[in-house]
């Protein structure tokens, strides 16, 4: 069996945060701090909503209530 690496420089370049931070790239350490936090990846987020930096699930919640899913792909 193949190890598996990060690939960083992909991830950073497919991520869809607008903010500045250690992890961006790192996804692991980007989940595992939202997570902590009772939050969710700026990835999850409509651009707007992303920029407005309200990473909590409750704020998910309602956007998904009110668009749906299909910004996720
Ligand atoms: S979502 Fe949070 S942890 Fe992830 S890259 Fe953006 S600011 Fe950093």
Do not use: W
């Not at 869809?16 to 009772?38: D, I, N, P, Q, W």
């Amino acid at each position: 069996m193949t190890a598996k690496t990060c690939n960083v420089d992909h991830n950073k370049s497919t991520c869809t945060c607008s903010f500045s931070c250690g992890r961006k790239g790192l996804c692991c350490e980007c989940v595992e701090y939202h997570r902590s936090r009772g939050e969710m990846p700026g990835c999850y987020f409509p651009k707007d909503a992303e920029r407005g930096g309200d990473r909590s699930i409750a704020n998910f919640i309602n956007i998904v209530k009110q668009k749906g899913t299909a910004f996720l792909t």
